[in-house]
C-alpha cells in the first residue's frame, strides 16, 4: 500500500530534551516536506527536500532540523524542544516538481512540550 | 507575504444542500490553486486541483477560480454529511515553486 509514515504518533516531552520524528514513504517520491498545524494558523510548512542531501527552509523553520540521507526518509529533529513547539505535524511527499501541490501526507504526530 | 485567507466557519448546510467554499489569495500571477479536505483528527487529503479560470468539475465537486478577482471557489452539491471536515484551500505562489501557502481551513458541517 502507498503510504506515509510517522512515528511516534503521540509524544510528550519535556523542554530541552531533543527528539526527532521520523517520516518515511514507499512510493519512491522526490518531494518530502514536513508541516505544523495549529488552530486558526493552518497548514505551515517547516522544511522541504527536493531530493537526497537537497533540503531548504520553509516558513517557520526556526528551532527545527531535517536530513535526508535517503529518499525514502525525512526525520524531523527537535535539538531543544520548548513548549511553543506543541503542535500537530505532518509530513507529505509528492512524486516530482509540476506535482508539487498533489501532497500525500502523513497521519500526523501530536507532540506536547512540557 | 503570501497569504491565503479562508473564513473559518463554522459553515453548516443541510443535507442535499449545496455547500459554498471561498478563498482569496495575496498574488495575482499565482497559477496553482487546490482544495484539500481534513477530516477530525486525520490527515490531509487531495480533493480538487484547479489552475484556469473556470469551472472544474469532479463528481459532486466543482471548483471555480477567478485569477483577476484572485479567488478560488469549492462547491459540494447534494451534500452529505460524510462531506463534513475542514476543507483547506492551498496556493502555489510564483517563486516559492516547490511551497504550498495552505489557508486555515473552513470547517464544514452537514446536518441530516
Known amino acids: 500500500e502507498a503510504q506515509v509514515t510517522q512515528n511516534p504518533r503521540y509524544l510528550i516531552t519535556v523542554t530541552g530534551k531533543k527528539l526527532t520524528v521520523t517520516c518515511s514513504q514507499n512510493?519512491?517520491?522526490?518531494?518530502m516536506s514536513w508541516y505544523r498545524q495549529d488552530p486558526g494558523l493552518g497548514l505551515r510548512q517547516i522544511y522541504y527536500?527536493?531530493?537526497?542531501?537537497?533540503?531548504d527552509k520553509g516558513d517557520v523553520p526556526e528551532g527545527y532540523k531535517v536530513s535526508r540521507k535517503e529518499k525514502r526518509n525525512f526525520p524531523l529533529i527537535l535539538e531543544s524542544p520548548s513548549p511553543n513547539q506543541t503542535s500537530l505535524y505532518f509530513c507529505?511527499?509528492?512524486?516530482?516538481?509540476?506535482?508539487?501541490?498533489?501532497?500525500?501526507f502523513g497521519p500526523g504526530t501530536r507532540l506536547t512540550v512540557l | 507575504q503570501k497569504e491565503v485567507e479562508q473564513n473559518s466557519g463554522p459553515l453548516s448546510v443541510p443535507e442535499g444542500a449545496i455547500a459554498s467554499l471561498n478563498c482569496t489569495y495575496s498574488?495575482?500571477?499565482?497559477?496553482?490553486f487546490f482544495w484539500y479536505r481534513q477530516y477530525s483528527g486525520k490527515s490531509p487529503e487531495l480533493i480538487m486541483s484547479?489552475?484556469?479560470?473556470g469551472d472544474k468539475e469532479d463528481g459532486r465537486f466543482t471548483a471555480q477560480l477567478n485569477k483577476a478577482s484572485q479567488y478560488v471557489s469549492l462547491l459540494i452539491r447534494d451534500s452529505q454529511p460524510s462531506d463534513s471536515a475542514t476543507y483547506l484551500c492551498?496556493?502555489?505562489?510564483?517563486?516559492?515553486?516547490?511551497?504550498?501557502?495552505f489557508g486555515s481551513g473552513t470547517q464544514l458541517t452537514v446536518l441530516p
Open positions: 507529505a511527499s509528492t512524486l516530482a516538481a509540476g506535482s508539487w501541490g498533489e501532497q500525500f
Open positions: 498574488d495575482r500571477v499565482s497559477q496553482s
Open positions: 512510493m519512491n517520491h522526490e518531494y
Open positions: 527536500s527536493m531530493n537526497v542531501e537537497v533540503t
Open positions: 492551498a496556493v502555489k505562489f510564483p517563486g516559492s515553486a516547490r511551497q504550498l501557502t
Open positions: 484547479i489552475y484556469s479560470n
